[in-house]
C-alpha cells in the first residue's frame, strides 16, 4: 500500500478556508517548488488554503527529487500507465484534505507543473464531484498510446474549466503540446482557456502566474 501524501501547507490570509488549492509538481522536484505561488496568490485569493503534496516516489533521475511515476522513455504508454498507478493515492490526499478542511469537493482546484499537470488533468477530470477549475503549466495531456480523446470519454466524470499555460520555448515538453491538450479536452466537452508565454522555457513566468491565479479567483467561492 502506498504511503500517504503530505507536504508543505499555507493557511488562508483571511483566517478561515472557504476554498483549497492542491499544488502538484514536476517530475524531480518536491511539494516545496511550488508552495511559494501560494504566497504569491494570497491576496487574490485570501480566502483559500493551499497545499503542495510531494509526489509518492523517490525520482529515478534526481537525488533529492520526487516523482509522480517514472520515466524511461522506452515504453510509449509509461505516461499513461503512470498516470493511472498514482491517481488513488492523490485522490484519497484530496478527500483527506477537503475533509480536515471541512470543504465540499467543489472548493477544490488543482494547479499542476509539467507532471503534475498530468496529474492534474488525469484525476480532475474523474472526480464525481467536479473541482472549481484546473490550472496546468508547461504539461500535456495524457492519453494511451494512439487513442483519441473519445477512448476515454467514458472515465471522465466531470468537466472543470481548464486554464493551459505553456512557454514557447519550452524545451522539455514542447508548447504544440498545450494545442494538442486543449483540442483533447475541447473534444471531451471540457471548457479551457490557454496562454502561450512568450520567450519562455520549461518553467512559469510572472505573466503566467497571473493568468492562474485570475483564473483561479473568478472561480473559487469567496
Given at each position: 500500500m502506498a504511503a500517504a501524501l503530505d507536504g508543505p501547507r499555507l493557511e488562508p490570509r483571511s483566517g478561515k478556508a472557504r476554498s483549497l488549492v492542491v499544488f502538484l509538481h514536476g517530475y524531480g522536484a518536491d511539494g516545496n517548488d511550488l508552495i511559494?505561488?501560494?504566497?504569491?496568490?494570497?491576496?487574490?485569493?485570501?480566502?483559500?488554503?493551499?497545499?503542495?503534496?510531494?509526489?509518492?516516489?523517490?525520482?529515478?533521475?534526481?537525488?533529492?527529487?520526487?516523482?509522480?511515476?517514472?520515466?524511461?522513455?522506452?515504453?510509449?504508454?509509461?505516461?499513461?500507465?503512470?498516470?493511472?498507478?498514482?491517481?488513488?493515492?492523490?485522490?484519497?490526499?484530496?478527500?483527506?484534505?477537503?475533509?480536515?478542511?471541512?470543504?465540499?469537493?467543489?472548493?477544490?482546484?488543482?494547479?499542476?507543473?509539467?507532471?503534475?499537470?498530468?496529474?492534474?488533468?488525469?484525476?480532475?477530470?474523474?472526480?464525481?464531484?467536479?473541482?472549481?477549475?484546473?490550472?496546468?503549466?508547461?504539461?500535456?495531456l495524457v492519453l494511451p498510446k494512439d487513442g483519441p480523446p473519445e477512448t476515454v470519454a467514458a472515465e471522465i466524470k466531470s468537466r472543470p474549466p481548464v486554464l493551459l499555460v505553456h512557454g514557447d520555448r519550452d524545451e522539455l515538453i514542447p508548447a504544440q503540446a498545450l494545442f494538442h491538450a486543449a483540442q483533447g479536452l475541447s473534444a471531451l466537452e471540457v471548457p479551457v482557456e490557454w496562454h502561450l508565454s512568450q520567450g519562455v522555457g520549461h518553467g512559469i513566468d510572472q505573466e503566467g502566474l497571473r493568468h492562474g491565479g485570475e483564473f483561479l479567483a473568478r472561480r473559487l467561492p469567496r
Open positions: 511559494d505561488i501560494g504566497r504569491a496568490w494570497q491576496g487574490l485569493l485570501p480566502d483559500t488554503a493551499f497545499v503542495s503534496p510531494h509526489a509518492p516516489e523517490p525520482c529515478g533521475q534526481a537525488p533529492v527529487g520526487r516523482q509522480w511515476f517514472g520515466l524511461t522513455f522506452r515504453d510509449p504508454d509509461e505516461r499513461w500507465i503512470g498516470v493511472n498507478k498514482a491517481a488513488p493515492a492523490l485522490d484519497a490526499f484530496l478527500d483527506a484534505e477537503l475533509a480536515r478542511r471541512n470543504l465540499p469537493p467543489s472548493a477544490l482546484a488543482l494547479v499542476g507543473f509539467s507532471q503534475g499537470t498530468m496529474m492534474s488533468l488525469h484525476a480532475g477530470l474523474r472526480r464525481a464531484v467536479a473541482p472549481a477549475a484546473i490550472v496546468g503549466y508547461s504539461g500535456m
